[in-house]
């Protein structure tokens, strides 16, 4: 495909917003206020609902000090939502990009965003409207295939990264078992972002449990005693879609198990509500009470705060965001694509780097990655190759130091 294409361009953002989110906004602006071939430049308000709704705001006349400022501000600068567009709801969007000469359409978010523009690229072609749809990557669970890494997901790890160190310094001075419950409902790479900050063995979290494996409730006792008795404290990491082998989340078995009301609380997908509440943290921190009496239990479960926190933002993380943004506009304009997402793409040598490439949209939509096994410890544990996969995207984390 070369072929010259004239119109309008619009832009939305979709799910869980980030801190980063509105760098690859703004990376968009930018880059489409150079193209000729854009008349003009428009972002939709919450998604699809705005693109539905006409309710979209021109974003061509933002002043640079505006924009500079908005990319520094962490969530969804033009509101987000969490609608998987249906054929129904695509196609009174593609008779809106028809009323507004609407020609390049571009979604920030993961894998259902990026079903959402396939569907689109799908529809638009089946009626006959040349629109060139583009995915732009975000999401801090980090499990977008295709990408080496999310924009979003950088920043989040260096918050749990963060987080942890900070509170196992708070373990060491008051001892006990401490237990926190990270996002990650299929995949556990912001849960094993919590190692990011460990010197040796006796840094917490001493105890990483992932969606990826299978969590015996029996064996974790088992676990929390060996490193209790090693080390008098015990620090726990826990993905909050931890399930059993026939893949229940541990959530549900504890509370069917122990009656508890907490196995009728869903959301709004029908799912058994996880890290929305603080149920899962409550239910192992009773789970190791009842097996050591008299023992310091506390747990905390980490929510939202993990995602938009702009004091932890990383640098190389906010640099990602913004290029991604830019480059889906580079590769709308070329000609040389249809539609696509962009995928971040890292290079070899020994300094980190990253470029990026252009991908079909069917290759990153619907389905999630998981963590591959060569980044997983045994049942509670990463590796150091994992390690040395996810620090670079945190733009690095100090040690603590003791006294000597």
Known sequence: MTNKLTGAAIIGQSGGPTVVINQSLVGFIQEAAKHDCITKILGARHGVEGIMNGDWIDLGNQSAETLEAVALTPAAALGSVRRKASVEDVAIMVEQFKKNDIRFFFYIGGNDTAETAHIVEQQAAE???????????????????????????????????????????????????????????????????????????????????????????????????????????????????????????????????????????????????LSGTGALGDALANLVRDNFEGLRVRADTFGYLQRSFPADASEVDRTEARMVGRKAVEAAVSGEYGSGSIALRRLDGDEYQCDTIVTALKNVAKHTKDMPDDYIAGHQGVTQAFIDYALPLTGGITPMADLS
């Open 127 to 273: 009626l006959g409207y040349e629109i060139r749809c583009f995915h732009i990557p975000k999401t801090i669970d980090n499990d977008l295939r295709v990408t080496d890494h999310c924009p979003g997901y950088g920043s989040a790890a260096r918050f749990v990264a963060h987080a942890f160190q900070g509170d196992d310094r708070d373990n060491r001075s008051l001892r006990g078992v401490k237990i926190n419950v990270i996002m990650g409902r299929h995949a556990g790479w912001l849960a094993a972002a919590s190692v990011l900050g460990k010197r040796n063995d006796e840094d917490g979290p001493h105890l990483v449990y992932l969606p990826e494996r299978v969590f015996d409730p029996e064996q974790f006792i088992v676990d929390v005693k060996e490193v209790h008795d090693r080390l008098g404290r015990c620090v726990v990491a826990v993905s909050e879609g931890i399930h059993n082998a026939e893949g229940v989340s541990f959530l549900q078995v504890y509370a069917e198990m122990s009656g508890s009301a907490m196995a009728g609380q869903t959301d709004s997908h029908g799912n058994v509500q």
